[in-house]
């Protein structure tokens, strides 16, 4: 007698059963889209501007007032002499650290860092010339001052700065320069170095500036006199 196996029986839902889906958390509004727009908000803002520095312009200095001139005293030009030829000064030579657009200075004495709310708004070597020869007219208007690097000029000022350090915390800059002026041949005529220590507040980027351009000025005094004691007459 064979045996009949069992048949498999299929386990159905009842027909009149409701299908059913797994629920989804209910989606939060509110704080957490007010955080994402936030976020986003903050990504998208631009970073605060930064202060333009500068370095200032000499002040003008005005002529000392002179007696109108009387027919008895008036005289023809005076003719002109060797001095009055013209020096070019050469744009000025910086460090390397300076060939950049931060304003740097020193802290701790070791630590070189930049203000962190300014930059250069031109090269910085670019607006030390410029006060310098500013200084220098002023100092020695005789001698025909122009900023330039004319290889065909009559004579022109070299000045490389070796160092020039920033010491913000304590207020002070100190720096080593050397100059040498040439003729048109590149004979050097006279040259020499300068190092100086220069007191000043240096609480900022442009207190910083305002003290290198006394700086430049202190320099201009010494290398204007100078100059003018070498030169013919």
């Known amino acids: 007698m064979s045996e009949v196996a069992p048949k498999a029986v299929l386990a159905t839902a009842p027909t009149n059963a409701r299908a059913t889906t797994p629920t989804r958390p209910r989606r939060r509004t509110g704080a957490w889209a007010l955080a994402a727009l936030l976020s986003i908000a903050g990504c998208a803002s631009p970073p605060p501007p930064r202060a333009l520095v500068i370095i ?49 200075h020193l802290r701790n004495d070791t630590e070189l860092v930049a203000w962190p709310d ?29 900023t330039g690097d004319d ?36 004979r050097v005529l006279d040259g020499g170095n300068l190092s100086d220590r220069l007191q000043a507040p240096i609480g900022d980027a442009q207190q910083e500036a305002e003290a290198l351009a006394k700086w430049l000025d202190a320099q201009a005094e010494v290398l204007a006199t100078r100059v003018r004691s070498q030169l013919p007459r």
């Open 56 to 104: 200032p312009s000499a002040p003008s200095v005005s002529p000392a007032p002179t007696s109108a001139p009387t027919s008895a005293t008036v005289t023809a030009p005076a003719a002109p002499t060797a001095t009055a030829t013209g020096i070019a000064l050469s744009p000025l030579r910086l460090p390397e650290h300076w060939q950049r657009r931060q304003v740097l």
């Open 118 to 146: 300014a930059i250069w708004a031109e090269r910085v070597e670019t607006g030390m010339t410029r006060r310098f020869s500013q200084a220098l007219r002023q100092r020695a208007p005789e001698l025909g001052w122009w």
């Open 151 to 186: 290889a065909l000029s009559p004579r022109r000022l070299l000045v490389e700065v070796q160092q020039l350090d920033v010491h913000a915390g304590r207020g002070e800059v100190v720096a080593t320069l050397s100059w040498r002026l040439i003729d048109r041949q590149g």
